[in-house]
């Protein structure tokens, strides 16, 4: 018992917080819709209501007319106390016709006038939400399913157009024609008669909101699934060579269905329990319509009301049923709309890890030096990453960081570029901490090649060009030959226009890396950094790329995290990171001479180049003895 009660009441806490959080919603889209320094929007959502109105004061007016015309057509002698002249008939069916193509005008004067609002909504709405993904952290990214997101806010962007066309122009204006009937009801054929309409249409709108609120649970599980579906099918498809690589199309297709399936026994139960609520609506609607027509007739039958009364009666009471025939679907539909909404808005309210300080400024990169004081990291608190990391990079030096996979190397790189904050210490730039500047600035100064190239679903001149935008088609082609691509773009038929494919996939790891390189080039940064840029060369185009990358690092600050040893004799000092902290610092003949951790490093590689030299020449022999046989 205790148990139940307990139960109930984190539900009722549960329903009050919904509200509040529904009625945060409300406002947060109504701050969209009431722009502030926006006068032109804000007469138009004046002149929409304005129009809506009328359309609805017209709308109740209609059966009057019509009723007067069926007065005259069966023969009573007069209508509202006038007599009726031969012409009035004709001029009632007029007017009739008229008032509905009013109503129906102001309608969609109303619908004309409200659109270039509603469209101003949504597309600042999701213009506020893609700049705010771009200012979440790494972190973020990195945790989210791209799938699910994009579902969150394709959901909630429809939403909000569906907000914006029923809650508006059904809601609001079935309330006010419910309001009108009844008290024309109460002022024309009595009390009892607008107490019934009034009783039954609370009991309809009762029983929708209650059965729509119970079926809601299986509209959350739709979309539930639907999202998981949706994300599963596009992180298998984003990742398709490795589904290949290990035959995995009929799991792959397993789990999509098994989402499927959960999401179809949903939608089938959803629609079960529609079929209840649509029952049970015309239960209700036909109850309240029988009961006031046989009053209606017993009124005619007494001679207090005419047939027109009648008719009268029957039109306001269909006036006010249609609208209401489709609230459990426009509940049902704001509430999840209110829902989804909500999941963006909270998405915007989210807060990005990495903010800019209040006082932050622009940085200026005189000689470019960079200082790492007692620097501590962690993504989580029980796993350390650097401990105590401190190291100076003189300003147009070259300082290369080496060490085993997890060591924490490129660890640093993020941290420079300031994807992550440290936990204590400092990281300074020509004495500048990082932390006291913009952004955007300390990132315009730093160009990265990063060890996994990732390219846009576009042209290779697109993508070269991300470097910067505004650079001319030579500039384009002069940095595509610092990095040894030039003449590769130029055998392919579309050339620079050639498109590279999702994530780049047309191109293989070595062309990827290259229009990186290119980019990044085109950046003219004062600071570079290379995450294994030379990774996915090989040996010979490998050594054209150090060749150009120790050109433009001239006068630069450079730092490389570095993979082959080979790629670093020639920089200036080379940083051994080993769990998280600098265990041997030198050029490359210090650290040889030492015969420690880097010198075991550099043994390791010789005898790998050994091997693998030794593989290619019996390659060659075994191509040789094919050709003497031939």
Known sequence: MVSSNATDENASLEDNENAENHIATVRELWRYLWPNGRIDLKIRVILAMAFLVMAKVIGVYVPFLFKDAVNTLTGDAEVNGTMIAAAVPVGLIIGYGTARVLTQAFGEIRDAIFVKVGQHALRNIA??????????????HLERRTGGLSRVIERATRGIDFLLRFMLFNIIP?????????????????????????LCLSSYIYFTIAVTEWRLKYRREMNKQDTRANGR???????????????????????????????????????????????????????????VLLMGANGVYDGRFTIGDFVLINALLI???????????????????????????????????????ENATDIKVASGEIEFKNVCFHYSEDRPILKDVSFKVDGGTTTAIVGSSGAGKSTISRILFRFYDISSGSVTIDGQDIREIKQISLRRQIGVVPQDTVLFNDSIKYNISYGDHNATDEEIFEAAKLAKIHDFILTLPEGYDTEVGERGLKLSGGEKQRVAIARTILKNPA???????????????????????????????????????????????ILVIDDGEIVERGNHRVLLAMEGVYYQMWQKQQELDEVQQKLKELEKNDEKACIKEA
Do not use: C
């Open 127 to 140: 213009l506020n939400t893609f700049r705010h993904l771009h200012l979440l952290s790494l972190r973020f």
């Open 174 to 198: 079935t309330i006010l024609e419910i309001g009108m009937i009844s008290s024309i009801f109460w002022i024309n054929f009595g009390f009892l008669y607008a107490l019934i309409t009034f």
């Open 233 to 291: 099918a596009i992180d298998s498809l984003i990742n398709f060579e490795t589904v290949k690589y290990f035959t995995s199309e009929h799991h792959e297709a397993d789990r999509y269905d098994k989402s499927l399936k959960q999401y179809a026994d949903a939608s089938i139960r959803s629609q079960l329990s529609l079929t209840l609520l649509n029952i049970g609506q015309g239960f209700i609607i036909s109850g309240g319509l029988i009961a």
């Open 319 to 357: 006036q006010i049923y249609i609208p209401l025939n489709f609230l459990g679907f426009v509940y049902r539909e704001i509430k999840q709309a209110l829902v989804d909404m909500e999941k963006m808005f909270m998405l915007i309210a989210k807060n990005p890890e990495i903010e800019d300080a």
């Open 527 to 573: 600071i570079l950094l290379l995450d294994e840029a030379t990774s996915a060369l090989d040996s010979h185009t490998e050594r054209d790329i150090q060749q150009s990358l120790e050109k433009i690092s001239e006068q630069r600050t450079a730092i490389v995290i570095a993979h082959r040893l080979s790629t670093i004799i020639n920089v200036n000092e």
